[in-house]
């Protein structure tokens, strides 16, 4: 007998729109994101939930999706990079880091502007050391991380002159039209 179920219906709400899908609970919600929606931002890094690269929200909290069942979320908003901005209208958190050229590889971005973007949901006006605390648990290969703090203090400052509006489409769920 198999310890794995086969694919079972699921209605998975993210980045505001509900996507019924048909796949198997214990799939890694990462690679459903990837493999079933082709959402990108989330990178597969470790599998572990320890480097940080899969980071997305799930109501507004910074997870780890590759160690989380996608079984396990269903009626529960979540979010991707895709979700937060676009080429055209970015996330302040984006913009900060364009702003702060805290890019060198990329690879990490993903894990590092969701986890800053749940700290500034959080705590509006971090300090340093509550940037670097919050951070700890993404890994960084090239170094970069005294402009990714920067940026992370640039999106504070942009959140704030904004009056501290942030989207959140994961709050409001559209559904798909009915055909």
């Known amino acids: 007998m198999s310890k794995h179920a ?9 980045n505001g729109v509900v996507h019924q899908l048909a ?3 214990e799939a890694s919600l990462l690679a459903v994101l990837r493999n079933d929606l082709g959402l990108n931002g989330p990178k597969y890094g470790c599998g572990l939930g320890q480097c940080g690269a899969c980071t ?3 109501d507004g909290v910074a997870a780890r999706a590759c160690v989380i069942p996608v079984g396990g979320m269903a009626g529960r908003a979540i979010t991707t990079l ?9 996330h302040p958190v984006q913009q900060a880091f364009i702003d702060a050229q805290a ?7 993903n894990g590092m502007i969701m986890m800053a973007a749940a700290l500034l ?11 670097r ?9 090239c170094g970069t991380h005294v402009e990714i703090v920067e940026a992370v203090l640039r999106a504070a400052d942009l959140l704030s002159a904004s ?10 769920i559209a559904h798909p039209a009915e055909t």
């Open 56 to 58: 997305v929200l799930v």
């Open 163 to 172: 009056g501290g509006s942030q989207s959140a489409p994961a709050a409001a």
């Open 103 to 109: 890019a060198q590889c990329g690879y990490c971005l």
């Open 82 to 90: 895709e979700g937060l901005g676009d080429r055209n209208r970015p």
């Open 23 to 25: 796949v198997p609970p």
């Open 6 to 14: 086969g694919p079972a219906a699921l209605a998975l709400h993210v």
């Open 133 to 141: 605390r919050a951070l700890s648990g993404n890994l960084c290969r």
């Open 121 to 131: 949901a959080e705590r509006p006006r971090p300090t340093e050391a509550d940037i």
